[in-house]
């Protein structure tokens, strides 16, 4: 199907379907037609059993990362793969909790946040002030974070469901800890090329040899040349369109409506030690003493039953959308400053809300904040058109060149590369998730056409074009002999360091004394390491066989390009309860670990998931 359109998308044909595609946009708008193609596909990142995972979702949990610090600023875009996939493995858990019958209630997120410390004040009490702040630096609203964070707990629900059956035998326990926290002496002697007998070359024989028997390892991958445009965002010139009156008005009015209010709150709470209709007299109350002119503050701190902005004469400070549910929003979002609300129900007890500011700047003060905001949309308008039209003409133009030229981007042209390579400096785009796949699709690399555009983020997107292609190849051995032989002549010399030191060991067993041997000693060796030992020598070490019927365990191992030939002379096992204990948890942790994963592997591979 895309070989005949591609075909038929030439000449007089391809003017015609564009009229019509620009009468389509002249009458309908360009969302009909891109609606028409791809539906909601664009706004789908991945979907996990039919549940969509939106590209808006993906963003703001990159974003979340950024700001975190979790991912460098640079780095976000190679990490919104790994993110996706935490995306996608987090929805797939969420849904076998459900489907298995788990549940988080609302009551129970309420009481998990009313507990935690980081949202309390001083006095230990709840402080929406404190949580709306910690929300705003982490990127949060309310409502995001009380739905991930129910989220979560179904998600440990359901592992500490099957690690609670994880258990370990205290006698594996003990000999795993003899093994891991045993000490060694030993003695150590390197042999080197300098120790043999007899310096080592190849001949060309050997050579040939070498190359016939790894031939692999001479190979020149597939390569390509390309072409490829890219278009960043970033580099989109400043819009000189100017941003009149009207706009800034209405922007404003857009951020005044959504601004954060600072309120003041009477709480009268029911249930437990006072029934709704008591709760309602008790409001009835404030409300009529608040109509005959008393003062609010004095009111909030004699009849709510929030301490901690009862103190404050009610006090809560700024409060945003999602803290205390939608009457209480509705109500809130619908008064004026100095305005006072009959008494909101919501989640179980009545508010008497006064709201005492919206936490906005003025809009002489905001003016050319709003400004920017306004260029800023329209750069990302041109963006968007952009984009779209670099999707329509790489994809019926014959080369990419004449497609740069349209759009004013530069061409870019490269050497010979293939899929594997480390991409730096000006290619370095190359080397980001997707483009080299792209490069060597059949559509690009066999019928000689420009790709799809690849999105990197929501801010660039790329286009490449094979120029020429040659297939991988085996490297004559006159083309690498110089490779080939110190290859040779390396795994040659570790060979006679090899013979030399099984000799040296088999003397050492007989009881006799090698020639040239110079020993260095090491005293209560563990498994960390000791002193200047290099990680491979400690590892080889504790390799080596035990001491046998009065004699020392004698072994040899490489460690590099050298031969370490070792006498373990006494091994100590004993263990301490504290060195028990901790393999204990270290073993608990691994064994739990393990049973996550296999559990995680398993619910992935069972669901259907498919990315965009």
Known sequence: MLQKIRDRAQGWIARIIVALIALTFTLFGAESLLSYFNGSQRDEAASVNGETISRQTLDIEVQRAVRSGRVPPDQQNEARRAILDSLITRTAMEQYARDGGMSFSDQQVDQLLVNRQEFQDSNGHFSAELFQRRLGSAGYTADEFRRQLQEDMLTQQLQNGLIAGT????????????????????????????????????????????????????????????????????????????????????????????????????????????????????????????????????????????????????????????????????????????????????????????????????????????????????????????????????????????????????????????????????????????????????????????????????????????????????????????????????????QALAEQADQTVATLRRGETPEGVTWQEVTGATRDGQGELSADLINAAFGMPRPHDGHPGYGHARTGEQQVVFAIDHVDTDVSDEQISSMTDGLWNAQAGQTIGVMTDAIRNHADISQN
Request: charged share 35%; proline share 3%; glycine share 4%.
């Open 167 to 494: 258990f370990l035998l205290p006698s594996e326990t003990r000999r795993l800890a003899e093994l891991r926290y045993q000490q060694r002496d030993f003695r150590y002697a390197t042999l080197d090329e300098d120790a043999l007998e007899q310096p080592v070359s190849v001949s060309d024989d050997e050579v040939q040899a070498w190359y016939d028997a790894h031939k692999e390892a001479y190979q020149r991958p597939e390569e390509v040349r390309l072409e490829y445009v890219v278009l960043d965002r970033s580099q989109l010139t400043e819009d000189d369109q100017s941003v009149d009156e009207q706009q800034l008005r209405q922007r404003y009015e857009q951020r005044r409506a959504t601004a954060p209010r600072e309120v003041s709150d009477i709480v009268v709470t029911f249930g437990d030690d006072r029934t709704r209709e008591e709760a309602q007299a008790r409001v009835d109350e404030v409300e009529a003493r608040l109509q005959d002119g008393e003062d609010f503050a004095a009111l909030a701190k004699q009849y709510s039953d929030d301490p901690s902005s009862a103190d404050r004469g009610g006090r809560m400070g700024a409060v945003s959308e999602g803290i205390f549910g939608q009457p209480f929003d509705e109500a809130v979002s619908s008064m004026s400053p100095g305005e006072v609300s009959q008494g909101v129900e919501s989640d179980g007890v009545f508010h008497v809300i006064r709201v005492d500011n919206i936490d906005i700047d003025s809009f002489d003060e905001m003016r050319d904040e709003l400004a920017s905001e306004l260029r800023q949309a329209q750069r990302d308008e041109r963006f968007q058109q952009l984009a779209q039209q670099l999707s329509d003409e790489s994809f019926s133009a014959d080369d990419l060149e004449s497609v740069a030229d349209r759009l004013n981007l530069p061409l870019q042209r490269t050497d010979w590369v293939s899929r594997n390579d480390q991409f730096e400096g000006d290619n370095a785009v190359l080397g980001e998730a997707g483009v080299m796949d792209a490069a060597f699709s059949d559509d690009v690399l066999n019928n000689g056409y420009n790709s799809e555009p690849v999105e990197l983020g929501q801010d660039r997107r790329v286009v490449v074009r094979v120029t020429e292609h040659r297939p991988a190849t085996t490297l004559a051995l006159d083309d690498v002999r110089d490779q080939a032989e110190r290859s040779a002549l390396q795994e040659k010399r570790r």
